[in-house]
């Protein structure tokens, strides 16, 4: 069973602070790598995708991937008490997405 | 505007009534997606399609039916529901390129409950 694993947290950060996610894979074919947000009983929107290796910067958030390890990371700098949400890690190979549980971000004011 | 549409939004129904959940994207997406969320058990994918008339399992398929007869439109099908298959459940489209998918875009929801 292929698996994408995720720390459920919740991961407690004061506002300013930089929030690491993690997630493991191991599907060792997987291509493509995502992050989504997903705020309770909203559907997931995309933060960051990636897909070779080393890190992707956009704004405050930055991916990493490292496909040896089979691991992949969110770094949100500067965490803003709106990014208090559940972050989804997917990973996708030839057609099926996987999904991490996902981890619950609470960035205290 | 972009964007993937599911209705109803809400329902409730009673075991063994049929139902259908449509999905409409307006992105020319090649790619279209069920997903059925559940605490604890995160998104899991029910039934994929990688452009019309072709379409494949997920990881949870049981109990569900789809079909993809024109690009924009991927309806998820429940013949008899039963309770375990009360849920939320996504829609999701994604652009394409040879066998590689790309980010996601999802539906705004459809909470199912079924008694």
């Known amino acids: 069973q292929k698996e994408v694993e995720q720390n459920s947290g919740p991961l407690s950060v004061p506002e300013g602070a930089i929030a690491s996610l993690n997630c493991t894979y191991s599907d060792r074919v997987s291509q493509s790598f995502f992050w989504y947000r997903q705020y309770s009983g909203k559907s997931p929107e995309l933060i960051m995708s990636i897909y070779s290796n080393g890190d992707k910067e956009d704004g405050r958030f930055t991916a990493q991937l490292n496909k040896a390890s089979q691991y992949v990371s969110l770094l949100i700098r500067d965490s803003q008490p709106s990014d208090s949400a559940t972050y989804l890690c997917?990973?996708?190979?030839?057609?099926?997405?996987?999904f991490g549980t996902g981890t619950r971000l609470k960035v205290l004011a | 505007e972009a964007q993937v549409t599911q209705n109803p939004r809400y329902l409730i129904t009673v075991t063994g009534k049929k139902l259908t959940v449509t999905c409409s994207q307006n992105?020319?997406?090649?790619?279209m997606s069920w997903y059925r969320q559940d605490p604890g058990l995160g998104l899991r994918q029910i039934y994929y399609?990688?452009?019309?008339?072709?379409?494949d399992k997920g990881d949870v398929p049981e109990g569900y039916k789809v079909s993809r007869k024109e690009k924009r439109n991927f309806p998820l099908i429940l013949e008899s529901p039963s309770p375990n298959q009360t849920s939320l459940y996504f829609c999701a489209s994604s652009p394409t390129a040879g066998t590689a998918t790309y980010e996601q875009y999802f539906g705004p929801g459809t909470r199912l409950t079924v008694t």
């Open positions: 992105m020319n997406h090649e790619y």
């Open positions: 399609s990688m452009n019309v008339e072709v379409t």
């Open positions: 997917a990973v996708t190979g030839t057609y099926k997405y996987i």
